[in-house]
């Protein structure tokens, strides 16, 4: 019988074949499980497996608007450019008095500012702009409330003496909640939003991690809406699982609080999609263990059944990697009918897809207070799909005194007004 001798090269490679097709059957397992089905509040919604698809980076690059170029909104409607200049102008607030206050601030290289404008005649512009506070730490929500100003940093809510009207806000803060600071890719927003009688202040609080890969200890107050009294008193979580809630806004006809939510990454171009849900009181939404209801994480399979068992599945998927930011409800009467009482939904965009998804403001239609599907309402802002080049990134959207709608183009620097071309289609 004869000796052989494998040359340890080949050996090598035989280990490395053997190697790949182990971490192949891996992912091919997740691959062959069954697509899942959830019913959402405007019908069914098919979700693959997880790791259907690789997971890819694929960040956005920013180029020049052509000359005259703009996005494009429906018939009926006109897109014209508000105000530029900024520094990463992520959201706009429109105080009770209809002053706008514009927060500059950013992940990296943060303005760390917020700007006013001021309509000081009643024409509908503002030529009033001006520096209205600086010297914050990644400020983001802002709510005037009885003789006070309410900014969000990212470590935590502090109000301002404040008169409605002054230019500038030279009044010293007081910090009234502590939050944790920072966080996972830009989860360091803080919003705000009080109820109809101002007796409570609602602050969403993005996730530390992206699936809870630091550590559940880390999530403490954390991917979740906590409820406070306008004195920072009387904490509770308010509703949790809810991995970065941004955008929030209330339902005019149900009086129902929304929140904009991203969802989880790492899992494939088609999960998870993010989604505008109903926020109830003590709900749990998922994350990190599951998404959409009862559908399990895999790399959270197993740790906490008994949440996943109660997991509340979201009300309308928006897109997968979309990073929908902004939320409005349309409570106003200038826009015919069919977009009152339906919220619109700015969406900054995806990194972690091949191709590239959102860069756009979605309309979602409610009738007695319950939702259709989506529909784009200001599109146009990727400018070469293949070469992932874009020519902005809407993030907050507000409705104005008038009636139009105020589109933060952050990365572009940029807000975008639409108004509708006349009130022939609207009745009182």
């Known amino acids: 019988m004869k000796n052989f001798i494998i040359p340890m090269s080949l050996l090598l490679m035989v280990t490395a074949s053997c190697a790949t097709r182990v971490v192949s059957d891996e992912n091919a397992q997740f691959s062959r499980?069954?697509?899942?089905?959830?019913?959402?509040?405007?019908?069914?919604?098919?979700?693959?497996?997880?790791?259907?698809?690789?997971?890819?980076?694929?960040?956005?690059?920013l180029v020049d608007w052509p000359t005259e170029g703009l996005p494009t909104a429906p018939e009926g409607f006109v897109v014209s450019r508000f105000a530029d200049g900024f520094d990463n102008p992520r959201i706009t607030y429109v105080g009770?008095?209809?002053?706008?206050?514009?927060?500059?601030?950013?992940?990296?290289?943060?303005?760390?500012?917020?700007?006013?404008?001021?309509?000081?005649?009643?024409?509908?512009?503002?030529?009033?702009?001006?520096?209205?506070?600086?010297?914050?730490?990644?400020?983001?929500?802002?709510?005037?409330?009885?003789?006070?100003?309410?900014?969000?940093?990212?470590?935590?809510?502090?109000?301002?003496?404040?008169?409605?009207?002054?230019?500038?806000?030279?009044?010293?803060?007081?910090?009234?909640?502590?939050?944790?600071?920072?966080?996972?890719?830009?989860?360091?927003?803080?919003?705000?939003?009080?109820?109809?009688?101002n007796t409570k202040i609602y602050v969403s609080v993005g996730s530390?991690?992206?699936?809870?890969?630091?550590?559940?200890?880390?999530?403490?107050?954390?991917?979740?809406?906590?409820?406070?009294?306008?004195?920072?008193?009387?904490e509770v979580v308010f509703a949790s699982g809810l991995r970065n809630p941004v955008g929030m806004s209330w339902n005019p006809h149900s009086g129902e609080l929304w929140a904009a939510v991203n969802e989880r990454d790492k899992l494939g171009d088609k999960l998870v999609p993010d989604y505008i849900t109903s926020v109830k009181r003590d709900g749990f939404y998922g994350w990190p263990y599951s998404y959409f209801g009862q559908i399990e994480d895999p790399r959270m399979e197993g740790q906490r059944p008994d949440l996943v068992e109660k997991a509340i599945i979201p009300d309308v998927p928006v897109g997968n990697h979309t990073a929908s930011l902004g939320l409005a409800f349309y409570d106003d009467n200038v826009f015919p009918e069919k977009y009152r009482n339906g919220a619109f939904v700015g969406q900054h965009g995806s990194w972690n897809k091949s191709v590239l998804s959102g860069y756009k403001v979605l309309f979602v239609p409610f009738e007695n207070g319950q939702p259709g599907p989506p529909?784009?309402?200001?599109?146009?802002?990727?400018?070469?799909?293949?070469?992932?080049?874009?020519?902005?990134?809407?993030?907050?959207?507000?409705?104005?005194?008038?009636?139009?709608?105020?589109?933060?183009?952050?990365?572009?620097?940029?807000?975008?007004?639409?108004?509708?071309?006349?009130?022939s289609n609207s009745t009182d």
């Open 33 to 61: 499980q069954e697509a899942d089905t959830v019913e959402t509040a405007i019908g069914p919604l098919v979700l693959p497996a997880p790791d259907s698809t690789e997971s890819v980076r694929n960040e956005s690059k």
């Open 96 to 197: 009770p008095n209809g002053d706008l206050f514009v927060v500059e601030s950013n992940t990296k290289n943060s303005a760390d500012r917020i700007t006013i404008m001021q309509d000081q005649d009643g024409d509908g512009t503002y030529k009033f702009r001006e520096i209205f506070i600086d010297d914050l730490n990644k400020p983001y929500g802002m709510l005037v409330l009885g003789e006070f100003f309410y900014i969000a940093h990212t470590d935590g809510v502090y109000r301002y003496a404040y008169q409605q009207g002054q230019k500038k806000l030279t009044s010293v803060g007081e910090k009234i909640l502590d939050l944790p600071a920072g966080g996972y890719n830009n989860h360091w927003t803080r919003n705000l939003i009080a109820n109809e009688d």
């Open 208 to 234: 530390a991690s992206n699936n809870g890969e630091y550590g559940m200890d880390e999530e403490i107050r954390r991917a979740c809406i906590l409820e406070i009294n306008p004195d920072g008193s009387g």
């Open 375 to 423: 529909e784009d309402f200001l599109t146009g802002f990727i400018a070469n799909l293949e070469k992932s080049e874009v020519y902005g990134r809407p993030a907050g959207v507000a409705v104005l005194p008038d009636g139009s709608i105020l589109v933060n183009d952050d990365t572009g620097n940029t807000l975008w007004r639409v108004k509708a071309v006349s009130k």
